[in-house]
Nanobody, 120 residues
Framework: QAQLRESGGGLVRAGGSLRLSCTAS????????MAWYREAPGKQRERVAS???????NYDDSVKGRFTISRVDVNNTMYLQMNSLKPEDTAAYYC??????????????WGQGTQVTVSS
């Protein structure tokens, strides 16, 4: 089994920055693709950014040029640097990862979420 834990959310004014972290723990052999999702009240959960184990990155158009995703595999950690935040970025942010467990199976995990609130 593995667990994902996010941190770094909070309240920030429009134009400000936040850095989210997602750390995986447990019986992990390897981290495959990882991603950040967000879910605003009344809206469906949407993928914000993703990064493969080989470093291929994709962003949703709404965050291109403002958000940067990265990962440090030795620490089983993924980051989301969020700059020039807008009120419409307000949401609960979740990390998602495909994990190769020590037993040899691959499972998709979600974190519990961290709230990001951007005031105007």
């Amino acid at each position: 089994q593995a667990q994902l834990r996010e941190s770094g959310g909070g309240l920030v004014r429009a134009g400000g920055s936040l850095r989210l972290s997602c750390t995986a723990s447990g019986n992990i052999r390897k981290m495959y693709g990882m991603a950040w999702y967000r879910e605003a009240p009344g809206k469906q959960r949407e993928r914000v950014a993703s990064i493969t184990s080989t470093g291929v990155i994709n962003y949703d158009d709404s965050v291109k040029g403002r958000f940067t995703i990265s990962r440090v595999d030795v620490n089983n950690t993924m980051y989301l640097q969020m700059n020039s935040l807008k009120p419409e970025d307000t949401a609960a942010y979740y990390c998602n990862a495909n994990v190769l467990l020590g037993a040899g199976s691959t499972t998709t995990y979600w974190g519990q979420g961290t709230q990001v609130t951007v005031s105007s």
